[in-house]
């Protein structure tokens, strides 16, 4: 997404609450990386550093883009932005998808808590909140009570394939013919793939 942006003559630096500058993958980031870690509070990502600098540096950006919920970096992002008249946006990266209540019943309980406090307020003062589909947006108020936002489908800001779909298909099975829905043992018109990657992560357990 950031590439995408850039090809629009948009310039983006990445401020992270956990990691470090000597990190490698800091080092080797494509772009700018402001890192502010380690964090605090095990996954919460906490760190005080993250006020200080987008108090002192906030400004010098048109707007912000906060990165996830339930950690430190929408609570602590969102309430400078707020503070400063910065406009921000939120990307949601699927974390208000209904589905997750029923898989993780008692996380979710956990989580209804913070948004009441906190999350739902993040959110709500946001500019927008950025879903990658139609789908996940139409889902997401059904996750929490008493939310309301508004909401923008980003998409997820995956660059193009650099091979032509075709091409790529046809290289794949050149370089996997057993998956092929004409090799031998395999009936016309049946594609094998669910039995082998079966087979594959049997093995690999």
Same mark, same amino acid.
């Given at each position: ?17 956990? =990691? ?8 080797? /980031?494509?772009?700018?990386?402001? &890192?502010?870690?380690?964090? +605090? $509070? #095990? ?18 950006? =048109? ?8 950690? /430190?970096?929408?609570?602590?992002? &969102?309430?400078?932005?707020? +503070? $400063? #008249? ?120």
């Amino acid at each position: 997404m950031s590439a995408g942006l850039e090809q629009h003559a948009v310039s983006v630096d990445v401020l992270s609450c956990t =990691d470090r500058a000597g990190d490698s993958w800091v080092t080797d /980031f494509p772009l700018h990386v402001h &890192a502010l870690g380690p964090g +605090r $509070l #095990g996954r919460y990502g906490y760190t005080p550093r993250l006020r200080p600098w987008l108090v002192e540096h906030g400004r010098e950006y =048109d707007a912000w883009v906060i990165n996830g919920l339930w950690q /430190f970096q929408s609570l602590g992002a &969102a309430s400078v932005a707020r +503070r $400063l #008249g910065v406009p921000y946006y939120v990307y949601a990266h699927g974390m208000l998808d209904p589905r997750g209540r029923r898989a993780h019943p008692l996380k979710h309980l956990k989580k209804v808590l913070y948004w009441i406090l906190f999350e739902r307020r993040a959110l709500h003062l946001a500019n927008a909140v950025c879903f990658t589909c139609a789908e996940e947006a139409r889902l997401a108020p059904s996750c929490f009570p008493f939310g309301s936002w508004n909401p923008f489908v980003a998409g997820a800001g995956i660059l193009s394939p650099p091979v032509p779909k075709q091409e790529a298909v046809a290289a794949f099975m050149q370089r996997f013919p057993a998956l092929r829905v004409d090799s031998p043992g395999t009936n016309q018109g049946e594609t094998p793939w669910c039995s082998r990657i079966c087979k594959v992560r049997s093995g690999c357990s």
